[in-house]
């Protein structure tokens, strides 16, 4: 009988070591997890992500329709509100966004003689931001603009962001009730 040679011998460990391993199923589950779950993650994150931006939305459109009230009822006007003033309101209203609200916050506050001269680009962002709220019978529109940083890589593009950031927008417009000075 003729002895297989150390080489010989090492193939057939590395055979029976290979045909051991292609039929074990025990780490099938393990691996398969590993293939699903980074999409599955990336969904679920982008999930959370998108309600974030909704939520941010809707108290950003909450908070400039309460604090415009100041503005339509005169308040702002006769105590003598300013601009920083009417921002820190709108912060307050978005508490849950934290200390950023300042720093990602602009607000532009313009009159008009009409309202279908208000409508002209409504929701383009401009370059500098007004602060006029107008006296009593004035037509006012008030636009807020939020810088939300977006976390989730596909967001990103999937949401057209610049910088990484979404600017969130709401506007109110109204004729000012005929107050007291």
């Given at each position: 009988m003729v002895r297989p040679s150390p080489l010989d011998r090492a193939r057939l460990r590395l055979a029976s070591l290979a045909g051991r391993f292609a039929r074990a199923e025990r780490g099938a589950t393990a691996v398969e997890f590993a293939f699903v779950a980074i999409p599955f993650l990336m969904l679920v994150f982008a999930m959370i992500e998108l309600g974030l931006v909704f939520l941010v939305s809707l108290t950003l459109e909450n908070a400039v329709m309460d604090v415009g009230r100041t503005i339509r009822t005169g308040e702002l006007q006769n105590s003598g509100g300013t601009a920083a003033t009417f921002k820190t309101a709108v912060c307050n209203k978005m508490s849950w966004v934290g200390a950023s609200c300042a720093?990602?916050?602009?607000?532009?506050?313009?009159t008009f003689a009409d309202f279908t001269s208000s409508n002209s680009s409504a929701a383009t962002m401009p370059d500098t931001m007004n602060f006029n709220p107008g006296g009593a019978g004035s037509i006012v529109l008030i636009r807020a603009y939020y810088a939300w940083p977006l976390i989730t890589p596909l967001m990103q593009?999937?949401?057209?962001?610049?910088n990484g950031k979404r600017i969130i927008y709401a506007a109110t417009a109204f004729t000012n009730e005929p107050y007291d000075r």
């Amino acid at each position: 009988m003729v002895r297989p040679s150390p080489l010989d011998r090492a193939r057939l460990r590395l055979a029976s070591l290979a045909g051991r391993f292609a039929r074990a199923e025990r780490g099938a589950t393990a691996v398969e997890f590993a293939f699903v779950a980074i999409p599955f993650l990336m969904l679920v994150f982008a999930m959370i992500e998108l309600g974030l931006v909704f939520l941010v939305s809707l108290t950003l459109e909450n908070a400039v329709m309460d604090v415009g009230r100041t503005i339509r009822t005169g308040e702002l006007q006769n105590s003598g509100g300013t601009a920083a003033t009417f921002k820190t309101a709108v912060c307050n209203k978005m508490s849950w966004v934290g200390a950023s609200c300042a720093g990602a916050l602009s607000i532009d506050v313009r009159t008009f003689a009409d309202f279908t001269s208000s409508n002209s680009s409504a929701a383009t962002m401009p370059d500098t931001m007004n602060f006029n709220p107008g006296g009593a019978g004035s037509i006012v529109l008030i636009r807020a603009y939020y810088a939300w940083p977006l976390i989730t890589p596909l967001m990103q593009t999937g949401l057209q962001s610049a910088n990484g950031k979404r600017i969130i927008y709401a506007a109110t417009a109204f004729t000012n009730e005929p107050y007291d000075r």
